[in-house]
């Protein structure tokens, strides 16, 4: 079992940075691929970023390449996004989760664990 707990959203202008992070409870924290996903009023939750149980492999979503970055810390068991250039557009909640893989967060939307999500919102 792991229990995910989002922190550090908020209200941000255009251009401006905001860091996410994750606090994930349980030993099994460094076997699980880790992600971020989002989910904007009248959309469905879309995948934004997942990193690989030992950090050495990382996927985007086309839209925040070269603006976000997620990162983990096994040490802590925690894992980061870094959004930088905010756009309006970036306005949503954004969900902690944990699955079997990278790619499967990737291009199915699947994990095993998802926490109760953060706030985003970037006025222009």
């Known amino acids: 079992q792991v229990q995910l707990v989002e922190s550090g959203g908020g209200l941000v202008q255009a251009g401006g940075s905001l860091r996410l992070s994750c606090a994930a409870s349980?030993?099994?924290?460094?076997?699980?691929?880790m992600g971020w996903f989002r989910q904007a009023p009248g959309k469905e939750r879309e995948f934004v970023a997942a990193?690989?149980?030992?950090?050495?492999?990382?996927r985007y979503v086309e839209d925040v390449k070269g603006r976000f970055t997620i990162s983990r810390d096994t040490a802590k068991n925690t894992v980061s996004l870094q959004m930088s250039s905010l756009k309006p557009e970036d306005t949503a909640v954004y969900y902690c989760?944990?699955?079997?893989?990278?790619?499967?967060?990737?291009?199915?939307?699947?994990?095993?664990?998802w926490g109760q999500g953060t706030q985003v919102t970037v006025s222009s």
């Open positions: 990193i690989s149980p030992s950090g050495g492999s990382t």
């Open positions: 349980g030993r099994t924290f460094r076997y699980y691929a």
């Open positions: 989760a944990a699955g079997g893989s990278v790619a499967t967060m990737a291009q199915k939307y699947e994990a095993d664990y």
